[in-house]
């Protein structure tokens, strides 16, 4: 069941709040292997997610656009980094989502959820360095 983004900017997460950055076309937003500190819902335009092969050769992992979410990996990881680059597509406007705000959050989250999201967001970060490694037609 898609989750309304209107709704999501509703809730009541604990911290200062959620705040904005707009990011002008082309611009990178975090580098593969940088640690993370917030997550990101694109509010407007598409955000571009790479990495790059161990020869050298960027690949496009994805496209993301307005009510997608991204850099959440790194604050659901043990490791805390970036899995990919990702770089503004058009111009964006993003809903930046603090650690502090997102870890309150999470805390009030059944253990077998965390357990499952770390499960997963573990797998998931494979994938994307097998991609980066393996350089596999997607």
Request: proline share 5%; with cysteine.
């Amino acid at each position: 069941m898609p989750i309304d983004i209107n709704a999501f900017l509703a809730m009541d997460f604990p911290g200062n709040g959620f705040k904005t950055k707009t990011v002008a076309p082309g611009e990178i937003i975090f580098l593969e292997g940088q640690p993370g500190d917030c997550a990101y819902v694109i509010l407007k335009g598409e955000v571009q997610v790479s990495t790059v092969s161990p020869d050298g050769v960027p690949i496009t992992i994805y496209n993301m656009k307005a009510g997608e979410l991204f850099g959440e990996i790194a604050l659901l990881t043990s490791e805390n980094l970036r899995t990919a680059t990702t770089a503004s597509a058009t111009g964006c406007e993003l809903l930046v989502i603090e650690r502090l705000a997102f870890d309150a959050h999470l805390l009030r989250v059944d253990l077998l959820t965390q357990y499952m999201l770390d499960q997963f967001c573990n797998r998931l970060a494979s994938v994307s360095h097998l991609v980066r490694d393996n350089n596999p037609k997607v």
